[in-house]
């Protein structure tokens, strides 16, 4: 029974006693809303009017911490608006601009005033302002992986153009001035089977730099690695003496050529030379490494001897 008469006092005039919470409510809320507190809340910094002819760079500050007061009202709406800082660069000069940020360089909300504010940090910016130049850098194109055992190249892959126009900090400029090359984003020759030509980014800072064009052409010309075994090559003499008559020991060389297949496929033995120079050598026995001289197109070869024995008569 005594349950029942407390649940029954709670209900009654139910519509009144909630009418009641909620003034109450608005009371208190209007109460504390008025209340002076501090709160600190994080700034976004930009610059305005940079001239043309300049850029910052290095570590440019982006935040700036300020500690706000108001009523606790004021201070729960900041929260719902940006509160943005900008520095005017309109007289900067290249070298280093030091500023101290100020209250009258805050977009200030609504109902808060300059004194409401203090800036507590950043409160001065140091930064670094350089000219932007334009240079012509050559391109360097970056290869990764290896090129397939079988495959090689039939000339050296190189980008088109081969030139281009970059902008940016004269610093920027000068280190790709130092390194004589901007690369490109690295090519997988893992992946080459035959050749092809490939369009490929410039690898650069795009907030900084500026590339025209920023794609070049790469062309990779391969041909099939093939070996060829050339036997019986007389080696050459090359004597400044034409009385004297030379020996030469043993008379014949066998040639193992490696290189491109199309190249290798025509070759005979008279399109390799093995030289061995007496010149200025009085009569006598000689053990010389001769010179082998292959046509373009062929990439190693070894010989069955690594000396031959010439006897000047």
Known sequence: MQLI??????????????????????????????????RHYIASLSFANVPDSLTLVGNVPSEVELSISGTRRELLLIRFRKIAIIVNMVRAT?????????????????????????????????LA??????????????????????????????????????TGPASAIRRLQKLQKIPTHPIDLSRVKESVNREVEIAYEDDILEVVPNLVM????????AERVLANVPPTVLTDDKTRTTEVFPKTVTLTLEGREAVLDTLSSGDVSIVIDLSGKPPGSYTLAPDVIVPEGVASYRMDVDSLTVRIN
Do not use: C, H
């Not at 909630?18 to 209340?35: K, P, R, T």
């Not at 009258?104 to 609504?110: G, R």
């Not at 790469?218 to 690695?225: A, E, G, L, Y």
């Open 5 to 38: 008469s407390v649940t029954r006092g709670l209900l009654d005039n139910l519509g009144v006693k909630l009418i009641a919470l909620m003034v109450a409510l608005v009371i208190w809320f209007n109460a504390s809303g008025q209340q002076q507190v501090n």
């Open 94 to 126: 290249a070298g280093r601009f030091t500023y101290q940020l100020s209250v009258s360089d805050i977009l200030l909300p609504p109902g808060i005033e300059p004194g409401d504010i203090r800036i507590v940090a950043p409160t001065t910016v140091n």
């Open 129 to 166: 302002v350089e000219k932007i130049i334009t240079e012509r850098i050559r391109v360097g194109v970056v290869f990764e992986g290896e090129l397939s055992s079988q495959l090689m190249y039939n000339r050296l892959p190189e980008a088109r153009p081969v030139w281009v126009k970059v």
């Open 218 to 225: 790469v062309s990779i010309s391969v041909d099939v690695r």
